[in-house]
Structures are given as C-alpha cells and as structure tokens.
C-alpha cells in the first residue's frame, strides 16, 4: 500500500496561485496522478507524471495554466497552479498507480484531498 498525503490547497482570488504538494510512503509505484472533483460532479483527471520524469498530458481545462514536477529524494509530486479561475474550485487528489494513465480505475491509492477555493 501507498500512503499519500497532500497539502497546499485553500482559498484564493481569480487569477492567483496555489502549489499542491503530495508526499508519498510505502511501496513502490511507476506513477503519480493529480485529479480532482468539484462539487456535484465526477471526479476527473487533471495530469499525470511517472517517477522517471515522464508528463502525461494536461487537461483541456488546464493546459497551459497547470504545471507538475517531482522530487525523488522526497518522494513528493507538486501541481504548480497559475492563472486559477472560479470553476478551477475541487477536491484535489493525488493518487498513485502502477501505470502511467488518466483512468481513475488505473490508480490503487488516493491521497485525502485538499480544498482549492477560488473567488471572483
């Protein structure tokens, strides 16, 4: 098992900024996945990055704007968020996988999430 712990979320005004940060222990994984669920919707996937480096692609919604890196001696992934807008609002996740993919089915331990809350 994978434990995830994630920080770095709260409240910001449009077009801010927030860095999330997701430490993990345990086994070992090929991936990390970000996702994240707003209020009243499905959970979806915002990027994806293996532990050698390799970036999956962004979301429409968040192309250009959201940005992940890792640290290997810490073990920890980052979601680097730019330019946030109201409907950018969620529970983030961060969640661990033995493959890199964007299908939620494909990632085994999640983190507890962290609130991101942008105002207009």
């Known amino acids: 098992q994978v434990q995830l712990v994630e920080s770095g979320g709260g409240l910001v005004q449009t077009g801010g900024s927030l860095r999330l940060s997701c430490a993990a222990s345990g086994r070992a994984f090929f991936a990390w996945g970000w996702f994240r669920q707003a209020p009243g919707k499905e959970r979806e996937f915002v990027t994806a990055?293996?532990?050698?480096?390799?970036?999956?692609d962004y979301s429409d919604s968040v192309k250009g704007r959201f940005t992940t890196s890792l640290d290997n001696a810490k073990n920890t992934v980052y979601l680097q968020m730019n330019s946030l807008k109201p409907e950018d609002t969620a529970v983030y996740y961060c969640?661990?996988?033995?493959?890199?993919?964007?299908?939620?089915?494909?990632?085994?331990?999640w983190g507890q999430g962290t609130q991101v809350t942008v105002s207009s």
């Open positions: 990055i293996s532990r050698s480096g390799v970036n999956l």
């Open positions: 969640a661990a996988s033995r493959a890199l993919s964007h299908m939620r089915q494909d990632y085994d331990s």
